[in-house]
């Protein structure tokens, strides 16, 4: 089946730090990378949806300088947090698709971020 | 907009019994895609199973079944036989079919407890 892997699966760090978290397709090319956010005990909320080789689309109230996505190619999509705060902790999940219509989105196992 | 809702905060059923999730959600659309992700206390998000909207008949995934009622817009999850792995969060989902922004709707979520 298809497998997303996600790295690091955990990451603590001083506030004001970047971190950059990978996404991966192993055995895939997915068109489309999704990234969401979930805080404790809550769904998963999107933040942003990652095309190959374009821009990323960010929801609403998603601060795109603070959360870079790159997605160079067609296995990986990346996302940076820049000058990350303790108020950015929290867990990170990507998906990706392979095509469009009814292709199930495939999901990593999450970073969990925790800024001190 | 389409929204999601698990009405059903946490759940509790006795080992080897029958326990049915709810879900509603709202949308205008006629063709779209509904979902049951399972998440564990790992984090991962794991289909558990997918149903078409244009498909009359409900799904079933082994212990997994659901009762689409397009009609009342209602999509409930019954696990038979119940197991401890079952124990986990539970997201119903829906992602639209009908144009190129096809992002995933989460529900909040319905914790499952799994009773021995």
């Known amino acids: 089946g298809a497998v997303v892997s996600q790295h690091p699966s955990r990451v603590i760090c001083k506030s004001g730090t970047s971190v950059k978290i990978e996404c991966r397709s192993l055995d895939f090319q997915a068109t489309t990378m999704f990234w969401y956010r979930q805080f404790p005990k809550q769904s998963l909320m999107l933040m942003a949806t990652s095309n190959e080789g374009s821009k990323a689309t960010y929801e609403q109230g998603v601060e795109k300088d603070k959360f870079l996505i790159n997605h160079a190619s067609l296995t990986l999509s990346t996302l940076t947090v820049t000058s990350a705060h303790p108020e950015d902790s929290s867990f990170y999940i990507c998906?990706?698709?392979?095509?469009?219509?009814?292709?199930?989105?495939?999901f990593g196992d999450g970073t969990r971020l925790s800024i001190l | 907009a389409q929204t999601v809702t698990q009405s059903q905060p946490e759940m509790s059923v006795q080992e080897a019994e029958t326990v049915t999730l709810s879900c509603t959600y709202d949308t205008s659309e006629s063709d779209y895609y509904l979902f049951w992700y399972k998440q564990p206390p790992s984090r991962q998000m794991i289909l558990v199973i997918r149903?078409?909207?244009?498909?009359?008949q409900n799904a079933t995934e082994n212990r997994f079944s659901v009762n689409f009622q397009k009609a009342a817009k209602s999509f409930s999850l019954k696990i038979s036989d119940s197991q401890l792995g079952d124990a986990a969060m539970y997201f119903c989902?829906?992602?639209?079919?009908?144009?190129?922004?096809?992002?995933?709707?989460f529900g909040k979520g319905t914790r499952l407890h799994i009773l021995p």
């Open positions: 998906s990706a698709r392979v095509g469009t219509g009814n292709q199930p989105q495939h």
């Open positions: 149903q078409e909207a244009y498909k009359q």
């Open positions: 989902a829906y992602r639209s079919a009908m144009n190129r922004d096809d992002k995933i709707i």
